[in-house]
């Protein structure tokens, strides 16, 4: 019986520059650049010119970026219509992968795939794509989506389109790192999807749009949300034995914990939490947050020997609840950041193309006699 890689675990389907992941020793590495260095340190603009570009800016670079993406924030008519006729019927995700496809059905460049027209594009998407977020959730929310704010960095602007007010130094930072934080991360399935798509030489957006629809999912990018709903069930910690115990017992999982590759805590879950202490200090919803530090707390123990542990989205939810943020929004976000690391693996990708075509082992019926449909049951 030949070898079936079933989730193509343990498979290297490319070579990449952008990404290291060590899941035993806990270790994310963006081109060189260890995840805690640039949590420190970074911003997310400087992040996304990193990973379309495998080295830091310089100032000008760093300018010129900056420049390239507040000038695309604003969102052609098109879009605007469309959102005002999507948001009573279609949830945010869906919203997203749509509105991608159709800023590709209006750009006349959208089948160029050199180099130099990609990194437009990705900057494009980068800076449209949370105008279209926020745009949404003003307009579900019977307020008008208000204008891109230039002075503003990506972090911060978004939040701004979002609640209508500049966030706080702590905000801004805490929001800025949670994107370098989901930037990047090697070939999950999300980036898989981008990549067999752009792999047909189809364009970078239906790429993107592929990789949302793929990043929705509960076991991906839709898991923050989910941890929102544990937490908002359990409200109190009293709570947390039964409701695991239950969950268990269904053969259910708990969302947040468990990794594919990180068989240790997940880095990005280690700054999320240090984050997460800073924003309780001063924040109304604290609760989410030490909940999620009792529930922890309680996994640990209960999985004791497995290797399970927190993921970055285990603390992604409390800590975007702490910040305003709808949990609806939650994998969104998640997509506004992770567009910077689809992008910079389909420019590898077109760079050096190979069409993904893997093989599926027969087990179905053979040589079987082709009956006439008068002559089949009736059933
Ligand atoms: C992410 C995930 C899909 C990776 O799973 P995987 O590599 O396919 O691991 P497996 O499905 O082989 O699971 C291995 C064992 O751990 C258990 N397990 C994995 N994740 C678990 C979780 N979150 N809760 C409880 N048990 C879990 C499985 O039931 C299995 O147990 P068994 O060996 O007794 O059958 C998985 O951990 C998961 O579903 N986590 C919750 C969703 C989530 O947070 N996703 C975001 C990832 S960033």
Redesign the pocket.
């Known amino acids: 019986m030949p070898d079936i890689a079933r989730?193509l675990?343990g498979i290297n389907v490319t070579a990449t520059k952008l990404c290291r992941i060590d899941g035993v020793k806990g270790e994310l590495v963006y081109s060189g650049y260890n995840i805690y260095d640039l949590a420190e340190h970074s911003t997310f603009e400087e992040v996304a010119f990193l990973l379309w570009n495998q080295r830091l800016p310089g100032k000008t670079e760093l300018a010129e970026l900056n420049g390239r993406l507040v000038s695309e924030r604003g969102l052609d008519d098109v879009i605007a219509r469309l959102l005002g006729e999507l948001w009573p019927h279609v949830r945010p995700m869906r919203t997203l992968e749509i509105a991608v496809e159709v800023l590709g059905a209006i750009d006349p460049q959208s089948s160029d795939l050199t180099q130099a027209q990609l990194k437009l594009t990705a900057a494009r998407l980068t800076a449209k794509m949370a105008t279209v977020i926020a745009a949404y959730d003003r307009l579900r929310n019977g307020k008008q989506p208000l204008s891109p704010r230039d002075d503003l960095g990506h972090a911060a602007n978004f939040l701004y389109m979002l609640t209508g007010t500049e966030p706080t130094d702590l905000a801004k930072r805490v929001f800025d790192v949670a994107l370098i934080l989901h930037a990047e991360h090697e070939m999950?399935a999300s980036t898989f999807s981008a990549m067999v798509t752009g792999s047909t030489l189809s364009d970078m957006y239906s790429a993107i749009a592929s990789a949302i629809g793929t990043l929705k999912g509960?076991?991906?990018?839709?898991?923050n949300e989910?941890?929102y709903k544990v937490l908002d069930a359990i409200k109190d910690e009293q709570n947390i034995a039964p409701y695991v115990e239950a969950l268990?017992g269904r053969?259910?999982?708990?969302?947040?914990?468990?990794?594919?590759i990180y068989k240790t805590t997940?880095p990005r879950a280690v700054i999320l939490e240090r984050l997460g202490n800073e924003v309780a200090e001063t924040s109304p919803d604290r609760w989410y947050f030490d909940l999620s530090l009792k529930l922890r707390d309680y996994l640990g123990r209960k999985?004791e020997g497995?290797?399970?542990y927190p993921?970055?989205?285990?603390f992604s939810a409390s800590v975007y609840r702490m910040l305003g943020i709808p949990s609806d929004l939650y994998t969104p976000i998640f997509a506004l950041a992770r567009i910077t690391g689809w992008t910079a693996h389909l420019l590898e990708q077109y760079a050096d193309n190979r069409l993904v075509r893997p093989n599926a082992l027969y087990e179905g019926a053979e040589n079987r006699q082709y009956t006439p449909i008068a002559q089949r049951s009736a059933v």
């Open positions: 989730g675990e999950n509960p076991l991906h990018g839709g898991a989910a941890v268990l053969g259910e999982r708990v969302m947040g914990i468990g990794h594919r997940d999985l497995k290797p399970l993921n970055v989205d285990f």
